[in-house]
């Protein structure tokens, strides 16, 4: 018997050689091997006579080898291997190519099962490279046959027979982390059948019953997950704000809040004057204003007394914010300071102390205020800006930091609602649905790069009209090595200012960047002295201009739907008429829809669903963005029912056993799925 968390390569049967492949699909031990789960099944149950096969149909045919297999090189790297079998129907030709060994596997005389494609006539059938097994074996013929997802290097073969030897090194004795009352109140199956049959499904039924457990489990463990993180939360008293009226606050901002952003503000006021810590997420599309929803609710925490901290993804948002919120609240009373990683070391002790005594109301800044050495007075607002950069393990670190702050999280990646009810479970939502006014719609446009100069020219047109445009840069990576941002977004630049536009000025940002080097340039885009701006994805996220009204994105096909429409979102900021120009020379069908979704709408919401069919949940729950488990099994574009069935068990585990204390293998679990550091979770 093996443990889960032994190397595959200790597997008996496995061995060095398939470890090093297996590593390749990023398989370590021996859970990571029997939970690689396939994407597709093949239905391999079909059994003809030679003489029944159809051109152009799969089937299996029961044939004995009918002559000495021959070898011949057609060429350099090009062997075949020919050979005829018969039943008592007819004969069959078959042809392997490149796999010569074959002419010493296959014995004159012998019966086999061939599963392939039927090709040929009726005078002449064929096969190319069928699969082939001795009649009994059952593994590759007369089954459905799992089809793994896989990377260059690495066979069905080898992946299936690994995993046979990893089931069988284990399958007695695997341990079942659903308590037996659930799995029998839900009618899941053993989790022994369970991943026998996702993987070697004896029929549809046995893979419908396989799945539907597995499915069931993963998010369930998603839930109780999601529960733990939020525990600590949810009984909580806050801390109560006075319910000043907001209107000395309306009346310093330059101009009138949006219906929509005007009632953000007011949930929010809600919450926290209501004596229960405020748990919210504002969403809205990118250009709605979240951020003066976010200065409404840090003024009416000063008023109380209560200090706040603004957390953004990146340096130079956090700089922003600080520089467009600063003013505004100062103004109001509100004493603001920036914390970076790039605060010199003196102004961040001044900082630091004038926060501990209370002299600062709001701190704005990146991953540094979650450090161990940032210590509030009286933390009584927390505010996350993009909140799809931070992982769900992160905010509930920086909740911990105050006397149970009130949290604030802003989100401009609209989520469809499948997801949104998983990730945000218990948040409370406010919706930005509008815009401010004047707006326009951002013209969008696919091409190929034959529109080159076309585009040059359109850039000139809009920079002599006094515009400023962004131009999206990719990584692209150089005969197999890393991606060099820093390289492809400087001799883009260069190439541009040179040769395209020797009358503009062109400059280059990128993340390798010093923070003050990049601060100087987007300092300079902002005031208009620079026309075009060539990037990485560093803008990607809030960067407001609102001068600039052109966003061209190079290699189109290189990013997300989320993310081609978050790069949008940087122009149509002002009052300026803005164009969105993709260029991918990519023609696959995927890409021409996705880049289609962008020309047909700008509504963000619309295009999250549309994101969600194309490309499935797994980017979304990818740890980079929520610092959730990936969904391995679990589609949630079909999966709603048991998604609903396994949340109503977890709570109601939950509400029996909080700390899943009388459940501690499920609580292992879990912990290892989130990742989490017993801080986090506790
Ligand atoms: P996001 O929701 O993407 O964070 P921002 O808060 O950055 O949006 O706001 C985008 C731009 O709109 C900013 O320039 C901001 O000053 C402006 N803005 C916000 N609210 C209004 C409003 N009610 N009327 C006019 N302009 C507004
Ligand atoms: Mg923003």
Redesign the pocket.
């Known amino acids: 018997m093996a443990d889960l968390t032994t190397n595959v390569q200790y597997v008996k049967g496995v061995g060095e050689a398939r470890a090093k492949s297996l590593r390749k699909l990023g398989i370590t031990d021996l859970r990571a091997l029997i939970s690689f789960f396939p994407r597709a099944y093949e239905d391999r149950r079909e059994f003809r006579r030679i003489a029944d096969l159809v051109p152009g149909e799969y089937a299996c045919v029961r044939a004995m080898v009918a002559g000495e297999p021959t070898l011949s090189h057609i060429r350099k790297g090009l062997d075949l291997v020919k050979l005829r079998v018969v039943d008592e129907s007819a004969a069959l030709e078959l042809t392997y190519f490149n796999q010569s060994y074959l002419k010493n596997n296959l014995h004159t005389g012998e019966e086999y099962v061939f599963y392939g494609k039927a090709e040929g006539n009726l005078l002449r059938r064929q096969m190319t490279n069928p699969v082939f097994e001795r009649e009994g074996e059952g593994r590759v013929t007369g089954r459905i046959v799992p089809v793994y997802p896989l990377t260059a290097g690495v066979s069905q073969n080898v992946l299936s027979r690994s995993i046979r030897q990893g089931l069988d090194a284990c399958a007695d004795e695997l341990p079942d982390v659903l308590p037996e009352e659930v799995r029998a109140a839900h009618r899941l199956c053993h989790i022994r059948y369970a991943y026998e049959n996702i993987h070697f499904p004896a029929d549809d039924e046995a893979l419908r019953v396989a799945r539907r457990r597995l499915v069931f489990e993963e998010l369930y463990l998603l839930t109780l997950g999601l529960r733990l993180l939020r525990a600590r939360r949810s009984d909580s008293d806050g801390q109560k704000c006075e319910p000043v009226p907001l209107d000395p606050f309306y009346a310093a901002l330059p101009?009138?809040?949006?219906g929509a952003?005007a009632r953000a503000v007011e949930d929010c006021a809600r919450d926290m004057a209501s004596g229960r810590a405020m748990n919210r997420l504002v969403q809205?599309d990118?250009?709605?204003?979240?951020?003066?929803v976010a200065a409404a609710a840090v003024w009416f925490a000063a008023r109380s007394g209560l200090q706040s901290a603004l957390m953004a993804p990146t340096e130079i948002l956090a700089e922003q914010h600080f520089k467009?919120l600063a003013p505004l609240l100062e103004g109001l009373g509100v004493r603001c300071a920036l914390l970076t990683a790039s605060t010199p070391a003196k102004a961040r002790r001044e900082t630091l102390a004038r926060l501990a005594e209370g002299e600062l109301d709001l701190l704005i800044g990146t991953h540094a205020l979650l450090s161990p050495d940032v210590a509030y007075q009286r933390l009584g607002l927390v505010v996350t800006d993009e909140q799809h950069r931070f992982g769900v393990a992160q905010r509930a670190l920086l909740g911990g930091k105050g006397d149970n702050p009130h949290l604030l999280v802003m989100s401009?990646t609209p989520i469809p609602r499948t997801l949104a009810l998983m990730i945000y479970g218990d948040l409370d939502v406010s919706l930005i649905d509008e815009l401010?006014?004047g707006r326009q719609r951002i013209d969008t446009f696919a091409v190929n790069s034959g529109y080159h100069e076309r585009i040059y020219a359109f850039l000139r047109k809009q920079a002599a009209e006094g515009r400023q445009a962004y131009v999206v840069c990719p990584m692209v990576a150089e005969n197999g090595e890393l991606p060099d941002e820093r390289k492809a977004v400087t001799a883009y630049a260069e190439k541009l200012q040179r040769e395209v536009f020797p009358e503009l000025t062109v400059a280059p940002i990128h993340g390798k960047m010093k923070p003050k080097e990049k601060e100087t340039v987007m300092r300079d885009f902002s005031a208009g002295r620079i026309d075009i701006l060539v990037s990485t994805t560093v803008v990607e996220v809030?960067v407001?201009v609102?001068n600039a009204a052109v966003m061209l994105i190079e290699n189109a096909e290189c990013f997300g739907l989320s993310q081609l429409h978050q790069l949008r979102?940087r122009v149509g900021?002002g009052t300026h008429k803005s164009y969105c120009i993709l260029v991918s020379d990519n023609t696959g069908e995927d890409n021409r829809r996705r880049l289609q979704v962008m020309t047909k709408t700008n509504n963000g919401f619309e295009i999250a669903e549309e994101d969600l069919k194309l490309r499935g949940p797994g980017d979304f729950f990818g740890s980079r963005q929520h610092g959730l488990p990936s969904l391995r099994v679990a589609d949630l574009s079909c999966d709603m029912e048991l998604l609903q069935e396994s949340r109503a068990a977890a709570e109601a585990l939950i509400a029996a056993d909080p700390a899943l204390a009388g459940h501690p293998a499920l609580r292992r679990r879990i912990d290892e799925l989130f990742e989490l550091n017993a801080g986090a979770m506790n």
Request: glycine share 22%; aromatic share 4%.
């Open positions: 101009f009138a809040l949006t952003q809205g990118v250009g709605s204003g979240k951020t003066m467009t401009a401010p006014p809030g407001d609102p979102g900021r």
